[in-house]
C-alpha cells in the first residue's frame, strides 16, 4: 500500500514539473513572437541592435547617431515588433539637405521603395517648412499638417515625438534646444493597431539620436513625479500629457546639441523670385556634374556655378553650400563669383526619368535627367565636342559631352538606334543654340546607353522591300505564264503525237478501204447495177471520211499555229476545206497585227475552225469571210457566210455551237451567233487580252505611228 501511495505521489509530481515545463515554454515562445519593448531611452546608445534592418539608403551608426548620408526617396531602417501596439516613440532628427526626415511607427510589410509599408509617418519637410504626418499603406496618405515654427532648417536638431493610444495618434515637434513645439494629431477607428517602429528619410540625407521607444504606462502624467525622475534619468522622454490641449505650457529635457553650420539657405526653385536688394544667394545641394560647368541640385530643382573657387576637389554626389551672385539670362538662373563649401562625401543622386515633353518645359533645367529617344544623323564631332541630334514622337534634342569623354562609345551609335542618355538638362539659349527645346550635356561614357540598333524599317529597307515585293509577284506571274504555256505546250504535243497516229493508221486505213472498194467496183460484171450503185456509195463515204480525218488532222497539228498568224492559219484551214469546191474565201485583218499568247490563238482557231467547217457543211454558202480585228485590250474573230442562215428558233444548239461558246467562256470572252438579213450567218468571238498584251499593245502603236510618220516624211 505505502508503494503504491510513493508511486502515485512521484507520477503527480512528474506530471506537475512537465505541465510547468510546457508553460514556461510557450512563456518563452510568446515572449520571443511579441518581442519585449526596451525599457532604456536611447535604442542606438551602443549601436545598431541586432534584427533592425535597412530598406534602401547608406546607414552608420557614430557615437550615438544613426546616419543615412543617401539621398534616396523613401530610405528606411526598420526594428521592433509588429506586436508593438500602445507606445511613445522619440527621437532627435538632423535633416542634411533639402527633402524630409522623421520616423515611421507601427509599420507592416516593409520594402524598398518610397511608401513601400503599412504605417505611420511623422516628419520634419523643408519644401514648405511643414510637420507633417500620414498613413502610407504602399500609397501615401496625408493628414492635415502644420507649419514649423522658424521653418526647417537642414544641420538642426528637432525633438520629434509620437504617441500611440488605440486609434489615437498624436505627434509633436521642437527645434532645440528650446524652440517653440508645433502639434497635430489624428484619429480614425480603421487604424494600424500594431507594428514596428523605424527612421525615414526621402530626397535627404539625415542623423537621429536619442532614439527611444516606451510603453505608455512608463511615460509620466501629470504630477506623478516618480517616473518622470525614473525617466529623465535615462535620457530624454516628455514630462507630461501629449494631448494637444494639453500640450502648451509643458517642457521637454533640454539636450545637448552640437555646432552646426545655421546659415540661411534658398531652395534652387526659389532663386528667381529673389527680389532683396542684394543678389547674393547660398543654396545647399548635391554636386551632379563638376567638369567643364559645375552643377548642384536640391529636392526643388538644379542651378548651374560659374566661376567658383573651392577649397578641393568636388565629386559627383558631395553635398556642398554655395554662395555667391545671381544671375538671370534667357530664364535660366546661374550662380557667379561663388565660394564653394564641402559638407559631405555622399553618393551620386539617381537621374530623374522624365519624358521629352517634361525636359522641355523648362521645369528641369540643370537638373540631372534621364530621356530616351532615337539617333536621327549619327554623331557629329566639331571643335572637341561629339554630339547627337535625338527625337522622340515630334520633339528633337541634343546630346552633347567633350569628345574625350564619350570616346569610342559615340562611334557605336547608328543612325536610327534607340538610346537611353543620363545628363543634365539644358534649356538655356546658349548651349540650345535655339534649335532645340532642350539639350542634355553628358558626363560619362556610361550615361549614353544603346537599347536597341536602327529598326529595319527605314525608308530604304521599305523602297528595297517594295521593288522586292513587285519583282517577286512579276517572277511569280512569269511562271505561272511558264507553267500554262507548258502546260498548253503538253497539249499541242499530246495533239500532234495523236494527229501522227491517226495519220499513220486511221487515215491510211480509210485509204486502203477506199482503194480496196475500188478494186471491187472494176471487177463487178456488168449485169449487176444495184450491186455497183451500193459501191459507189460505199467508196463515196469513204471518200468523205478520209478528208474528214485530214481535215481533223490538220486540224491537230500545231505547226499551223506556231509560225503562222492566226488570220493565215484561218485561211489555209479555209482553203483546204474548199478545196475543189465554188466557195469564195475572204480574209480581212483590222487593227496592228501582233503576236498573241497560244491559248488565246488556240482557242480562236478551234472556233473559226468549227465555223468554217459548218459553213462548208451546211450552210450551201458562196463566199465565207474571215475577218480578224486587234483591238486596244481584246481580239476579234468573225466568220460570216452568205448560205441559208441560222434558225435562232431551234429549241436546242448543236454540239459545235455549244463548244465554241464555252470555249470563248474559258478565256473569259463573249460569243454569239445569229442569222444576217434573210440569208446568212455571223459567228462573233471577243477575247479579252491578258495586261502584258496591253503593254505590247501600247508599244507597238507607237511603232507604228512612228514609223508612219517616217514613211511620210
Known sequence: MKNTDRTTRLLLTGASMSLLIVAFTLTLSLSSRRGS???????????????????????????????????????????????????????????????????????????????????????????????????????????????????????????????????????????????????????????????????????????????????????????????SAQVESSGPIIAGDLSTDAWAGKQITPQPHTSVRT????????????????????????????????FVQDATGGVAIESFSVPSPLKVGDEVEV?????????????????????????????????????????????????????????????????????????????????????????????GSKLRVRGVCRNDL????????????????????????????????????????????????ALRLRIRHAKLQAIMDERERLAHEMHDTLAQSIAGIGYQLSAVRKNLPENAPKLQRQLNVATEMVRHIHDEARRNIATLRPESLQNVSLSAALESSAERMVDGGAIQLLTHVTGVERELPLRVKDTLFRIGHEALANCVRHARASTVGIHVGYGTSSILLQIEDDGIGYREDLPSRGFGVIGMEKRARSLSGHFSIEATGEKGTRVRASIPLPRRQLWLVTSMRRRFAKGSIDGDA
Open 37 to 227: 519593448m526596451p525599457k532604456n531611452a536611447n535604442i542606438f546608445a551602443v549601436g545598431i541592435p541586432h534584427g533592425w534592418k535597412s530598406l534602401g539608403g547608406t546607414w552608420s551608426f557614430h557615437g550615438g547617431t544613426v546616419e543615412n548620408t543617401s539621398d534616396e526617396r523613401g530610405a528606411k531602417l526598420i526594428g521592433g515588433s509588429t506586436e508593438w501596439q500602445d507606445y511613445t516613440f522619440s527621437a532627435d532628427v538632423q535633416l542634411l539637405g533639402q527633402g524630409d526626415a522623421g520616423l515611421v511607427a507601427r509599420s507592416i510589410n516593409e520594402e524598398e521603395g518610397v511608401d513601400a509599408y503599412d504605417g505611420y509617418y511623422l516628419g520634419l519637410r523643408t519644401v514648405d517648412n511643414r510637420l507633417i504626418l500620414g498613413r502610407s499603406n504602399f500609397a501615401w496618405l496625408e493628414f492635415p499638417t502644420v507649419p514649423m515654427p522658424g521653418g526647417v532648417q537642414p544641420f538642426r536638431w528637432y525633438r520629434l515625438i509620437m504617441r500611440f493610444s488605440g486609434c489615437s495618434i498624436q505627434g509633436s515637434s521642437q527645434a532645440l534646444p528650446d524652440g517653440p513645439i508645433a502639434t497635430l494629431s489624428h484619429e480614425n477607428p480603421n487604424c494600424q493597431r500594431s507594428g514596428r517602429i523605424g527612421l525615414r528619410s526621402y530626397a535627404s540625407g539625415g542623423r537621429w539620436r536619442n532614439v527611444s521607444v516606451l510603453p505608455n504606462s512608463l511615460v509620466t502624467r501629470g504630477s506623478n513625479t516618480a517616473s
Open 263 to 294: 546659415s540661411p539657405t534658398t531652395p534652387i526653385d526659389q532663386l528667381r523670385w529673389i527680389t532683396s536688394g542684394s543678389d547674393e544667394a547660398s543654396i545647399r545641394g548635391t554636386v551632379i556634374a563638376s567638369d567643364p560647368t559645375l
Open 323 to 415: 554662395t555667391g551672385h545671381l544671375a538671370i539670362i534667357d530664364q535660366t538662373v546661374t550662380i557667379r563669383s561663388a565660394e564653394v563649401t564641402t559638407l559631405w562625401p555622399g553618393n551620386p543622386l539617381p537621374p530623374l526619368a522624365i519624358s521629352v515633353a517634361q525636359a522641355a518645359s523648362g521645369r528641369y533645367d540643370s537638373r540631372y535627367v534621364e530621356v530616351e529617344g532615337f539617333d536621327v544623323g549619327g554623331p557629329e564631332k566639331s571643335m572637341g565636342v561629339a554630339s547627337l541630334t535625338m527625337v522622340n514622337g515630334f520633339q528633337t534634342f541634343r546630346v552633347f559631352s567633350p569628345d574625350s569623354v564619350l570616346g569610342d562609345a559615340v562611334n557605336l551609335v547608328r543612325p
Open 430 to 477: 546658349k548651349t540650345t543654340k535655339g534649335q532645340f527645346p532642350f539639350a542634355v550635356s553628358i558626363t560619362s561614357a556610361d550615361d549614353l546607353v544603346i537599347l536597341a540598333g536602327p529598326s529595319w524599317w527605314s525608308p530604304v529597307h521599305i523602297l528595297l522591300l517594295f521593288c522586292g515585293l513587285i519583282t517577286a509577284v512579276a517572277g511569280v506571274y
